[in-house]
């Protein structure tokens, strides 16, 4: 079954074809992380209005790539929520216009259930339920219990800012471009993790699935204020230390609900979920007889369509 996945909730333009939720036949993505790299930030009608000039060639580009027809496709899939109103608007009305055109079932997806997908694609083994995952992207921070197909309870989330958007503010805070975690994390690598002591929250008894990562963001802020002048090498120490507080907060908290709950994988999913750091202390963390997964593809990590077009596979 073939199914065509668009995606467009934030700055991504995307369309892909998958086949029986896991084979990639074509994955297309037009960022307009340009445009948005002065404002340190998505702004919600730049993006609208890039969605709009990209959708139609980045359309046809996943449907060529994936040597298909619409007569080929099964079924339409879209991401619905959570998002940029004005910017899921472009893929909803796109995907309803192109169902009702060619008369194929329309499938609806979350966001983050899609990400939740990201990790089942090119997969050559069978997932093994339940299993655990931390979805730790720009708009959304969750550790998820998946106990089958959409089937989800969730423990915990973020009481503010997520993961990802703490990398991204503090990058701003630094002025060093848009998006914060692939900048952060590569300056982290000539920075002292120790340099500064930033703190890990880990909140109380009640909220210890929960995260929360303004105050680190906050703390971040007051140390780069007391700075008169800071040369390169501080600000790598300010990145790398950074770094490690957010990703022992997210790895302590995993781990936390690996105890609590019995589970047979944990995945990793999200745009943060490329981070080399979050991977190899997740990897060290656990204990070695469980499975630890994360998006095959680099570009599974971050918004794509293959992984909403996945979940749609597996929506019956
Ligand atoms: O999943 P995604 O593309 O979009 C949302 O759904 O939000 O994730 C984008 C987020 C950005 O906040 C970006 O800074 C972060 O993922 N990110 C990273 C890394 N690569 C992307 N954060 C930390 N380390 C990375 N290597
Ligand atoms: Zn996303």
């Given at each position: ?11 991504d ?13 074509s ?6 992380i ?24 980045v359309?046809d580009?996943?449907l ?8 080929d ?19 909803i ?14 499938i ?13 694609l ?11 995952v931390?979805?730790?992207s ?7 219990l998946m ?17 990802g ?7 701003r ?9 692939p900048?952060i994390s590569k300056?982290?690598?000539?920075g002292?993790p ?5 703190p890990?929250p880990m ?5 210890k ?26 600000i ?8 490690q ?14 105890q609590e ?5 944990v995945?990793?999913?999200?745009g ?7 991977r ?16 095959i ?20």
């Open positions: 079954m073939k199914i065509f996945g668009i995606e467009t909730s934030c700055d333009t995307a369309a892909a074809v998958v086949e029986d939720g896991v084979k990639v036949l994955n297309v993505i037009a960022s307009s340009d445009l948005h790299q002065e404002t340190g930030g998505v702004v919600p009608e730049v993006a609208a209005r890039e969605h709009l000039r990209q959708i139609s060639p359309i580009k996943a060529a790539d994936a040597d298909c027809e619409w007569k496709i099964d079924a339409i899939t879209v991401t619905t929520s959570p998002g940029l109103i004005a910017s899921l608007l472009v893929g009305n796109t995907a309803q216009t192109i169902a009702y055109i060619h008369q194929k079932p329309l609806e997806i979350d966001h983050v259930v899609g990400h939740v997908y990201a990790n089942f090119e997969r050559e083994t069978e997932p093994q339920f339940p299993l655990l931390l979805t730790v720009g708009g959304h921070n969750e550790l998820i106990r089958g197909h959409h089937d989800f309870v969730k423990l915990g989330e973020t009481l503010d800012d997520a993961a958007e703490a990398f991204d503010k503090v990058a805070l630094l002025g060093l471009g848009y998006p914060g975690g900048i300056l982290a690598e000539s002292n120790e340099a500064f002591k930033f890990r909140l109380d008894k009640e909220n699935l929960n995260f929360s990562f303004s105050g680190l963001k906050s703390a971040v802020r007051r140390e780069v204020e007391k700075l008169e002048k800071a040369n390169d090498q501080t790598a120490d300010i990145c790398a230390s950074f770094q507080a957010v990703i022992e907060v997210l790895v302590d908290k995993l781990v936390l609900a690996t709950q019995e589970v047979k994988e995945h990793l999913a999200g943060v979920s490329a981070n080399r750091l979050l190899q202390m997740t990897r060290e963390k656990l204990p070695d007889k469980l499975p630890v997964f994360w998006p593809e680099q570009i599974f990590c971050t918004d794509n369509a293959a992984m909403i077009a996945s979940a749609a596979y597996f929506k019956k």
